[in-house]
């Protein structure tokens, strides 16, 4: 198991109620993603399912899809499974895996939709994984996915961090422990574009139309399309 794994399994159980209150955004961000899903897709695979927020949207959006919900920690899915459960899903056809992007088979034109939320940043080389999520795609098949950014210069970076502190700061947000927590994850785990590397990196992966649909501070919704 690596050091990510370990992470994401420890904070599995507390994941939703943080996230809701250290990110100024996250539940439009994700309706974002949802917006813009196509209105059908038979084969789809969502890189890092979490706690399954999105993965139950995909199910009850596509009840008669073939989901493959990846992600590298094994607690988190265990979570994401117990949600769809409670939500009456068809956890059938959803296949559960755990696996690193990097290192996750994709079957060559065989997918019609790939997405995320929030987890591509944990991504090194990015370019990389881009152009195999392409070729796994099918012709009008499409990358749709929100993640977080880093500002293009020190200005705007400084104004949203400013803006993302002041968020998680008031009262009933995130304590001293959990800022001290989110700190060192992003140091160890996270790693940012911005937003235009983000395009140009999609752009070279052989997508064709592409663009950010929306944004909110470092956080952004991106459709790439084959």
């Known amino acids: 198991m690596s050091a990510i794994d370990s992470y994401f399994d420890a904070t599995a159980p507390e994941y939703d109620g943080r996230i809701l209150r250290s990110h100024p955004c996250y539940q439009e961000m994700l309706r974002r993603v949802v ?21 139950g949207m995909l199910a009850a959006r596509y009840p008669n ?54 987890s591509l940043h944990h991504v090194v080389e990015k370019l990389p994984v881009y152009v195999r999520v392409r070729e796994a795609l099918r012709p009008s098949g499409a990358l749709i996915f929100g993640d977080e950014l880093v500002g293009a ?39 940012y574009e911005t937003l235009p590397r983000q395009l140009e ?7 064709g139309p592409v663009d950010c649909v929306w944004r909110y501070l470092n ?8």
């Open 219 to 226: 956080y952004a919704v991106f459709v790439a399309q084959t």
């Open 35 to 55: 917006e813009y899903l196509p209105p059908e897709a038979q084969n789809i695979l969502e890189l890092g399912c979490g706690t399954g927020a999105l993965t």
């Open 153 to 191: 210069t020190a200005e705007v970076e400084r104004r949203h961090y400013d803006t993302w502190v002041a968020f998680a700061s008031q009262p009933g947000h995130l304590t001293r422990d959990e800022f001290d927590g989110i700190f060192q994850h992003i140091e160890h785990f996270d790693h």
């Open 65 to 118: 899809a073939h989901i493959r919900a990846v992600d590298a920690s094994p607690q988190m899915i265990e979570v994401a499974q117990e949600r769809l459960g409670r939500l009456g899903l068809p956890a059938t056809s959803i296949e559960f895996e755990v696996s690193l992007f990097e290192k996750l088979s994709l079957p060559s034109e065989a997918l019609d939709l790939v997405t995320s939320n929030m």
């Open 201 to 207: 990196m999609l752009h070279g992966a052989g997508f």
